[in-house]
């Protein structure tokens, strides 16, 4: 399983660098910035098999802001690993893209071998659902989600926008998803591989492969790998990006330099980082008009 070895081994390097201090959003000043508003460990599913720590989420607010984008982040580590925080790391992109008017959404999901897929997508689909229904109430317009994650965390979220099913078990449809941003995600998952994470069926890892649900009704998709990142990951991010357009749906890639699979992450919470201009970029360009403080975030444009 040389994939969650690799991630292991990646993970282990982030924890380090976050302990010794990842860059921190406020490290670099921009045009306009707002203070955070941390609001933490909201349950999004609370039935009766619900897990205490890992079916809630945090929040990142733009203080005192009003109808502000969203960005909903899913959080990476082998589908086995992680959580909402990981030592600073996700905790600090979510603060970095409030800071700038975005509110942020990070949520925690169930993982393997405690759980096989697809509870883990599912469990990204109720996370959305609530964020759909209460965003509002913290400020955010439910009709501007896009999501987010980072490798396991680009599987899900490339798979929610693309098959329907997770979505419309929660009530939803494509259409609630603003756009997509995979970030060095898997999007074509290998048989024989993986199997604590999706079973031994070539048929259900063939279905959880996001290129293979590509459509034309799909949201607009930026998607975002990194030049020194896992083997596969710039073929795999390049070959989703051609499945999407075959089917006429928008789609662009986005190769960050001087990055590896863990650094394109971890960076992204700097305001001068290409991964952090890129996705304000893009989330600007599908709310301006609508939003004055993602529009100040990204220059005014």
């Known amino acids: 399983m040389r994939f969650k070895s690799m991630t292991m081994i990646a993970c282990a390097t982030a924890v380090l660098l976050a302990i010794s201090g990842p860059v921190r959003a406020d490290q670099a000043k921009a045009d306009k910035t707002f203070e955070v508003e941390a609001v933490r460990d909201i349950p999004y599913y609370e039935g009766d098999d619900a897990d205490q720590v890992k079916h809630k989420l945090d929040l990142y607010l733009p203080k005192g ?19 909402k925080r990981f030592f600073g790391v996700y905790s600090s992109f979510g603060k970095q893209f ?49 999501v987010c994650g980072h490798s396991a965390g680009g599987h899900l979220v490339a798979l929610l926008a693309t098959d329907e099913t997770y979505l419309k078990a929660v009530g939803l449809g494509l259409n609630t998803i603003r756009g997509v941003i995979p970030i060095s995600g898997v999007y074509q998952v290998p048989e024989k591989m993986l199997t604590s994470v999706f079973g031994k069926s070539p048929e259900v890892h063939k279905k959880a492969s996001p290129i293979m649900h590509a459509r034309t009704d799909a949201p607009p998709f930026l998607i975002v790998y990194a030049e020194k990142d896992f083997p596969t990951c710039d073929v795999m991010s390049e070959q989703f990006c051609k499945k999407l357009k075959s089917k006429k749906a928008e789609a662009r890639t ?31 360009s599908r709310t301006r008009g609508s939003s004055k403080a993602v529009s100040t975030a990204t220059g005014g444009e």
Do not use: C
Request: hydrophobic share 40%.
């Open 98 to 146: 409030a800071k700038h008017g975005i509110g942020t959404v990070v949520t925690n999901y169930r993982l393997s071998p405690g759980v096989q897929h697809p509870e883990h997508i599912k469990d990204v689909a109720r996370a959305f659902a609530w964020t759909q229904k209460n965003i509002a109430n913290h400020g955010g317009k439910a009709d501007q989600i896009f």
């Open 254 to 284: 986005v190769e960050i330099k001087d990055r590896n699979h863990m650094t394109i992450i971890v960076k992204a919470s700097a305001d001068d980082d290409p991964v952090a201009r890129h996705i304000q970029e893009f989330i600007a």
């Open 65 to 83: 802001q009003k109808d502000f984008p969203v960005l909903f982040f899913v959080h990476g580590g082998a589908w086995s690993m992680g959580d």
